[in-house]
């Protein structure tokens, strides 16, 4: 069941003339969107697979032209199709960067290097700090270079000797007869797996593998407008490569908790407020709640319950320094519970100046000595 390929413009929802940084904001969007930790719709992978295909072809020039000229055929060539480089123009690019969820995991390169694998810590935050910016201690396990052998396997003082079967080539000749005749090829040397030399007494600290796990403490720096579902790497962070690999990155899965007082919107931030019908009525200034402390709300004459203030550039930051959310803050008028003998005689006096008819006395005391409670 081959994929109907859409048109990448369209897919980004972008014009076939939209900037470079146009196309990045259309890519980031969605790529939020259907990030597959926020939306839970069941094509939602296949939706960002379209998405990183498209925004992979249009954000570089010459695949760009390409593709315009030719379509996708034209773009679709094995060659030169590494990943994603990620949005330089940013400071926290990284988080996006993780976006699209290059899998974690351990690559073997044809030297025999293999790169450490990715590391995964999830994290749980408090609203404050996922607005206002934070330094946590983290404390983690991963695979580190063993220090007893230095990383090399070998039992210390003793060396890892030439691989006998490839004479530290790394690579053998290999022959195969096949139906048209004998063929010969190269490959990886299987006794030392490319690398040349065979440990004879392992390191008794790491079996030879060269690696050992170890618990790691270290302080990570939460940039202020993350929120949930955001992956920040730690480049070089995760797992230690094996046999000269490249370490692997640490990933920090950020979780934002539910606040007592303030509903996040992306980066708005929502509060209630109560007010008396007096308050509301001859109007008064309250104060509200903001992320980091109180602020004054003026409330003007005649509010009405329900009416909403919006307190400008109070709500998050955005994670990439473009600007922050506002504060909106709902005013619900409270009824009073409670009220004194003249309380209510005030209240009834002025329900009258507005011509209302107000019974003077309750009678449901008259009813409750005839027919019992209620
Ligand atoms: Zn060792
Ligand atoms: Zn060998």
New binding site residues.
């Given amino acids: 069941m081959a994929a109907k390929q859409r048109d990448y413009y369209e897919v980004l929802g972008v014009s076939r003339d939209a900037a470079g940084p146009d196309i990045k904001r259309a890519y980031r969007k969605l790529a939020m969107q259907y990030h597959p930790d926020v939306c839970k719709d069941a094509d939602a992978a296949d939706k960002i697979k379209d998405i990183n295909t498209a925004y992979e072809v249009l954000s570089d020039e010459a695949k760009r032209s390409r593709y315009d000229r030719f379509g996708a055929e034209g773009v679709n060539q094995p060659e030169g199709y590494g990943g994603f480089s990620g949005g330089g123009d940013s400071p926290f690019g990284d988080i996006f960067e993780t976006i699209f969820g290059q899998g974690m995991g351990g690559r073997t390169s044809r030297d025999g290097s293999i790169r450490g694998d990715d590391l995964r810590y999830d994290i749980e935050i408090t609203l404050e700090e996922a607005a206002l910016g934070a330094e946590k201690a983290i404390k983690f396990n991963r695979m580190e270079s063993c220090d007893a052998c230095g990383g090399n396997g070998a039992k210390p003082g003793t060396d890892a000797a030439l691989?006998p079967?490839?004479q530290g080539q790394?690579q053998v000749t290999f022959i195969q007869e096949t139906l048209i005749g004998r063929m010969t090829g190269r490959q990886t040397?299987p006794?030392?797996r490319g690398v040349?030399r065979v440990i004879s007494s392992p390191c008794v600290a790491c079996n030879g593998g060269g690696r050992r796990r170890k618990e790691r403490e270290r302080s990570v720096k939460i940039p202020a407008g993350v929120d949930t579902g955001m992956k920040m790497p730690l480049r070089g962070e995760g797992d230690a490569g094996e046999r000269g690999g490249q370490a692997g990155d640490l990933y920090i899965v950020f979780r934002v908790k539910d606040h007592e007082l303030f509903e996040r919107r992306d980066n708005d931030l929502i509060v209630e407020m109560q007010v008396s019908f007096a308050v509301a009525a001859l109007g008064g200034t309250i104060q509200v709640p903001i992320i980091n402390g109180v602020e004054d709300l003026r409330i003007p004459e005649g509010t009405q319950s329900g009416h909403t203030f919006t307190l400008r550039g109070k709500g998050v930051p955005d994670v990439n320094g473009r600007g922050k959310g506002d504060e909106h803050v709902i005013l619900n008028v409270a009824v009073p519970k409670k009220l004194t003998p003249e309380q209510k005689e005030l209240l009834r006096q002025f329900s009258e100046s507005l011509g209302e008819n107000v019974p003077e006395h309750e009678n449901k005391s008259i009813f409750k000595r005839f027919f019992g409670s209620n």
Avoid: T
């Fill in positions: 691989c079967q490839c790394g040397c006794r030392c040349g």
